[in-house]
Nanobody
Framework: QVQLVESGGGLVQPGGSLTLSCVAS????????MDWYRQAPGKERELVAG???????NYVDSVKGRFTISRDNAKNTVSLQMNSLKPEDTAVYYC???????????????WGKGTLVTVSS
């Protein structure tokens, strides 16, 4: 049974920074793509950032230039560095990966339980 466990959420003032971490059980190097999603109250879950095994990244427009996603396969960790946080970044942030051969069930979506980020003064 593979799992994803997030940490690092909390309360931060506008303009502040937080770093989220997601630790994957098993061998993360077998996972080609890893993502961070978020879901704000009353809104649908949205893709925030993704990173491939080769290090290629993509971001939703609203966080470009402020958030940075990275991964360390040796530590089975994917991180999301969030700077210049805004109240509209308030959400539960989820780590996500799709099962592949050697990690979980191929094609199955795996989600962490989420970590809450609150941006407020």
């Amino acid at each position: 049974q593979v799992q994803l466990v997030e940490s690092g959420g909390g309360l931060v003032q506008p303009g502040g920074s937080l770093t989220l971490s997601c630790v994957a059980s098993g061998s993360m190097s077998r996972i080609p793509d890893m993502d961070w999603y978020r879901q704000a109250p009353g809104k649908e879950r949205e893709l925030v950032a993704g990173i491939t095994s080769g290090g290629r990244t993509n971001y939703v427009d609203s966080v470009k230039g402020r958030f940075t996603i990275s991964r360390d396969n040796a530590k089975n960790t994917v991180s999301l560095q969030m700077n210049s946080l805004k109240p509209e970044d308030t959400a539960v942030y989820y780590c996500h990966a799709i099962g592949r051969a050697g990690w979980g069930r191929p094609g199955l979506n795996y989600w962490g339980k989420g970590t809450l980020v609150t941006v407020s003064s």
